[in-house]
């Protein structure tokens, strides 16, 4: 169990108790000494373009009829603390703060009298790292979105939220960059995960980007980056090359 900066490790546990009951005293562990994994293992990470207008239009780009989905490699995977590597590929690696749903049990073919929400276990915050020159000149997205390092996740996941309309912002060295609500978004999570579920089947553990706001800016060495979500634990991550 997780509080503050003190993990407590349960033994014997049975749910049907109170936690306390099941902490030894002699066991507490500093949670800065911890080395933590992403809380999931996707079989794909599936984002989501231009799903802020806004968005768009910083790119000269127009906004899409449909979902413009592309993927990122699982491999990109890292956590909160992690930090995020530059590489030598890329001069304009580049800051994507998102909403990031956390697929909770399969999801394939989802009707319109199906509920997305029936499948969706949480969210929580994820940076979508991009080499934007790479992306520029590849056309398609897998390279500039796929480095090692380059999705960002958050070390919890919220189960309990309504993200209608909640407030996300990208921090770079204290400074706001990014700054939207999810309202804003083109098309929303129910809509996503019914859409998606069309084109490919979503297993458990399976994250969906949803889009980034505006404001995207370039990271250089030696940068905190923060997403933070309304009713989410914030995500912080340096920069180095």
Excluded: W
Excluded at 116 to 144: E, H, K, S
Excluded at 169 to 182: A, F, L, P, S, Y
């Amino acid at each position: 169990m997780l509080e503050d900066d003190l993990i407590y490790p349960l033994e014997n546990l049975n749910f049907d108790d109170n936690f306390p009951d099941y902490i030894n005293p002699n066991n507490i562990i500093k949670k800065n000494i911890v080395k933590f994994l992403p809380p999931v293992l996707p079989s794909k990470i599936v984002c989501v373009g231009r799903n802020y207008a806004e968005h768009a239009a910083e790119l000269s780009n127009s906004v899409p009829k449909e979902p413009l989905l592309f993927l990122k490699a699982p491999s990109s995977l890292i956590t909160d603390g992690d930090s995020i590597v530059l590489p030598n590929q890329s001069n304009q690696v580049e800051h994507e703060g998102e909403l990031a749903i956390i697929i909770g049990r399969i999801c394939k073919n989802l009707t319109e009298n199906g509920n997305p929400f029936d499948y969706i276990f949480g969210y929580t915050c994820l940076n979508d790292v991009t080499a934007r020159d790479l992306q520029r000149n590849d056309i398609q997205f897998t390279r500039a979105k796929s480095f090692d390092t380059f999705c960002p996740i958050g070390l919890s996941i919220e189960t309990e939220l309504d993200v209608s309309d909640i407030r996300i912002t990208t921090k770079v060295n204290g400074v706001i960059k990014q700054d939207g609500r999810t309202s804003q978004m083109v098309f929303s999570v129910p809509f996503l995960v019914r859409y998606i579920s069309n084109q490919m089947t979503l297993n458990a553990g399976d994250i969906i980007a949803t889009g980034t706001p505006s404001g995207v800016s370039k990271l250089e060495r030696g940068d905190s980056c923060e997403v933070e979500i309304e009713g989410i634990e914030i995500l912080r991550n340096p920069v180095k090359s």
